[in-house]
């Protein structure tokens, strides 16, 4: 069975850091990954997802995401945090249906990211 | 502007009461998705729809109902079976198709409080 880990469920940065946020996934197939970043009270957005075309993916707001397909992992960068970045970031891999359709997401239990002045 | 729009954005319950929460997409989607997020769990999956007038159970369907009568919309009943239905609910979409790489849209989300 496919899953997800995100370690560390809170990280906290200053402004101007490197942020790291990471994700573990397991699958006996090749994966297809996302990042997802939910602002309280919100629903999800989509950060970025990997599609197989590049090993680094870039997203929006200054985030990309490198797939290691060694360390099976998927984490989520960004050079320089800004204080609009705190939020609830979410890590999801897709599962693959007997027969190959496409199955539903399996989510990370997300990690609380806080950006100090 | 197409999307998914989800209705109450808060919701009180008595304890023994039914309630509904809708979802409505405009995005010409063929499935749809309800989750469950209680703080430090993530998301959990109760029902999907992957077409009009068929649904399966999630991971956690048991107090729950839903029906997909019409392709925009798939409301959930929380059942006075649940338990412990305080949570945020969210609703999600996306094309049925067979590439793994269709992200999920979701909706902005259903505050659910038991009193």
């Known amino acids: 069975a496919q899953s997800v880990t995100q370690l560390g469920s809170h990280v906290s940065v200053s402004e101007g850091a490197l942020v790291l946020l990471r994700c573990n996934y397991s699958s006996s197939v090749p994966p297809y990954l996302f990042w997802y970043v939910q602002y309280p009270n919100q629903g999800l957005q989509l950060l970025l997802k990997y599609t197989s075309a590049a090993t680094l993916v870039k997203g929006i707001n200054g985030f990309e995401a490198e797939f290691k397909k060694s360390e099976t992992s998927f984490h989520l960068t960004k050079p320089s945090a800004h204080m609009s970045d705190a939020a609830e970031y979410f890590c999801?891999?897709?599962?693959?249906?007997?027969?190959?359709?496409?199955?539903?997401?399996?989510f990370g239990k997300g990690t609380k990211l806080s950006v100090k002045p | 502007d197409g999307g998914i729009t989800q209705s109450p954005k808060y919701l009180f319950r008595k304890e023994g009461q039914n309630v509904t929460l809708s979802c409505e997409q405009n995005l010409n989607h063929d499935a749809m998705y309800w989750y469950r997020q209680d703080p430090g769990q993530g998301l959990r999956l109760i029902y999907y729809s992957q077409i009009v007038n068929d649904f399966q159970k999630g991971d956690i369907a048991e107090g729950y109902s839903v029906s997909r009568e019409k392709k925009e919309s798939f409301p959930l009943t929380v059942t006075s079976a649940q338990k412990n239905p305080t949570a945020f609910y969210l609703c999600?979409?996306?094309?049925?198709?067979?590439?793994?790489?269709?992200?999920?849209?979701f909706g902005p989300g259903t505050r659910l409080t038991v009193l």
């Open positions: 999600a979409s996306t094309w049925a198709s067979t590439s793994g790489y269709n992200e999920q849209f």
């Open positions: 999801a891999v897709r599962t693959v249906n007997y027969g190959g359709s496409q199955g539903n997401l399996i």
